[in-house]
C-alpha cells in the first residue's frame, strides 16, 4: 500500500520520497554515511566570500574550528562582521596559492567571481579601477605557523586558481595531514574560468588521494546549453579509506 502511494506521489506530483538522499546530493550526508564516527576538528574555507558555508560548516561541524580566507577588502570584511565574537571561526584576509608572494585579484561581477590573475598577463595594481593586491601565502606555511598539524576538511572555490591553492599545500598532501579536500572542477574544454577536472583529478592521484564524490553539478548556464560547465569534486586521502576499511 505504502509503495503504490509512493509512485502515485512521485507520478503525479513529481515529489521523490527517499529513504536517504542519493550519493552526491550533500556531502555531509555521504560523510556521515561511510564514516559514521568521524568527528570534524579542523576546517578550512578557502574563498570564504561573506561566509555562507562556513555558517553551515559551523552547524554541521559543531567540533570544528573553521579557518576562513577570503582576500577582497569589502567581502571580507563582511565576513569578518559575520563572525565576530564567534571563536570557533577564524577569518583571513588572505589567498592561499603556490608560493608567498602578492597578486592582482580581479572584482568582475559578483563577489563569488572574483579571481586571481594570470601572472602572464602582466596585470598591474593601478591601471585597472576593477584590481586589488591581495597577500598569498601558501597553505603550507600558514600551517606551520599556526602549529596545525591536521586538517579534516578543505573546502577550495578560487574562480580557476585551485591547482596553485593545492600546489601550496604539498607538504601537508604528501604527509596525508589533509582527509577531504573538495574543488571546483572544469567539466568540458569549452570552461576557460575553472581547472579541468582531468588536470586536478592527475594531481590528486599522485598524491594518493581518490575520487570521493561529485556535488554541486551546473551546466553551461553562460550559453545556455545542456552540457555541464563544472562540478565540485571531493577528493580523500587513501590512509582513510585503509584506517576504515583495511585496504
Avoid at 205 to 230: A, D, I, M, S
Wanted: net charge neutral; glycine share 6%.
Amino acid at each position: 500500500m505504502l509503495r503504490a502511494v509512493k509512485r502515485l506521489v512521485e507520478k503525479f506530483f513529481g515529489i521523490y520520497l527517499l529513504k536517504k538522499l542519493p550519493r552526491g546530493v550533500n556531502f555531509y550526508a555521504d560523510l556521515t554515511h561511510f564514516f559514521p564516527t568521524y568527528k570534524v576538528n579542523v576546517v578550512f574555507d578557502v574563498g570564504a566570500n561573506v561566509g555562507d558555508l562556513a555558517s553551515a560548516y559551523v552547524i554541521q561541524f559543531p567540533h570544528a574550528h573553521i579557518f576562513c580566507f577570503e582576500p577582497a577588502s569589502h567581502t571580507y570584511g563582511i565576513l569578518e562582521r559575520k563572525f565576530k565574537g564567534n571563536d570557533r571561526v577564524s577569518c583571513f584576509r588572505k589567498a592561499l596559492g603556490a608560493s608567498e608572494s602578492e597578486a592582482a585579484l580581479i572584482l568582475e561581477g559578483s563577489s563569488d567571481m572574483f579571481y586571481i590573475s594570470d601572472p602572464l598577463k602582466e596585470i598591474k595594481i593601478g591601471e585597472k579601477r576593477d584590481a586589488e593586491s591581495v597577500v598569498v601565502t601558501t597553505l603550507d606555511s600558514f600551517c606551520n605557523a599556526n602549529n596545525i598539524h591536521h586538517i579534516n576538511y578543505v573546502k577550495i572555490d578560487t574562480e580557476g586558481y585551485e591547482l596553485e591553492v593545492l600546489k601550496g599545500a604539498s607538504g601537508m598532501l604528501a604527509a596525508h595531514n589533509i582527509d577531504f579536500i573538495e574543488v571546483e572542477a572544469g567539466m568540458n574544454p569549452g570552461n576557460m574560468r575553472h581547472v579541468p577536472m582531468e588536470i586536478l583529478k592527475d594531481f590528486f592521484e599522485k598524491y594518493q588521494y581518490v575520487l570521493f564524490g561529485f556535488y554541486e553539478q551546473v551546466h553551461e548556464w553562460p550559453t545556455k546549453e545542456p552540457h555541464l560547465r563544472r562540478a565540485n569534486l571531493i577528493f580523500l586521502s587513501r590512509t582513510m579509506i585503509e584506517k576504515k576499511y583495511g585496504s
